[in-house]
């Protein structure tokens, strides 16, 4: 069983321009949740997602950013007109239906660096 | 809202020596818990977890964390230092989520070095 893909792991954009990260669960994981990880701030989670519906975009930039997760696809994580601040790791998590869907299984993140 | 507390940034252990990191916890309700290892440029991996039952657990790599109610604390351990263990670790918890809203919120995290 392969693990959380998340793709690209490196990403160079310019001020303006628009990041799209890409995530895809591990088979049979139906909770989607990302995180982002800022130099001396730690993981912060950004939003919740299951199968074409938002649960909590709580922790999401109020902003340029979004995030879906269609019925047939990876989830996406949207950046419109980067800034240098959005420069980061972004974490996708995944987790089962019923037993053990407390816990998440990450991915290796992508790396988004805004020059 | 839930909050962890991790102190001490960077934590330094000679090879062989019992590693500790502390945890402690906010939540007006006991918490999952979880206690994840992050290697460079790398994502999460979970070392281990309390949901319910022994308040003692084992994990992978030989570690193991207890959860103390009355401390609100989940202070991870390992009897001795491996210089694989070099890694950032993450304290974290999520709430009892019925309705499946299982978020986490993290510790600022312990950059351990292994002093060989």
């Known amino acids: 069983n392969a693990g959380v893909m998340q793709n690209p792991r490196h990403l160079v954009r310019r001020r303006g321009q628009e990041a799209r990260l890409r995530c895809s669960p591990m088979?049979?994981?139906?909770?989607v949740y990302w995180y982002r990880q800022l130099p001396e701030e730690g993981l912060k989670f950004m939003v919740y997602?299951?199968?074409?519906?938002?649960?909590?975009e709580s922790g999401m930039p109020k902003e340029r950013f979004s995030a879906e997760f269609p019925k047939e696809g990876p989830s996406i994580l949207r950046i419109q007109q980067v800034v240098r601040g959005d420069s980061a790791a972004y974490f996708c998590?995944?987790?089962?239906?019923?037993?053990?869907?407390?816990?998440?299984?990450f991915g290796p993140g992508t790396r988004l660096l805004v020059l | 809202a839930q909050s962890v507390t991790q102190l001490g940034s960077h934590v330094s252990v000679s090879e062989g020596a019992l590693v500790l990191l502390r945890c402690n916890y906010s939540?007006?309700?006991?918490?999952?818990l979880f206690w994840y290892v992050q290697y460079p440029n790398q994502g999460l991996q979970l070392l281990l977890k309390?949901?319910?039952?022994?308040?003692l657990v084992k994990g992978i790599n030989g570690f193991e964390a207890e959860f103390k109610k009355s401390e609100t604390s989940f202070h991870l351990t390992k009897p001795s230092a491996h210089m694989s263990d070099a890694a950032e670790y993450f304290c974290?918890?999520?709430?009892?989520?019925?309705?499946?809203?299982?978020?986490?919120?993290f510790g600022k995290g312990n950059q351990v070095v292994v002093i060989p």
């Open positions: 088979k049979g994981h139906s909770h």
């Open positions: 974290a918890v999520s709430p009892r989520a019925d309705y499946g809203n299982n978020r986490l919120a």
């Open positions: 309390y949901t319910t039952g022994a308040t």
């Open positions: 939540s007006s309700v006991p918490p999952y």
């Open positions: 997602l299951q199968k074409e519906n938002i649960i909590d």
């Open positions: 998590a995944s987790s089962p239906d019923g037993e053990n869907q407390e816990t998440q299984y």
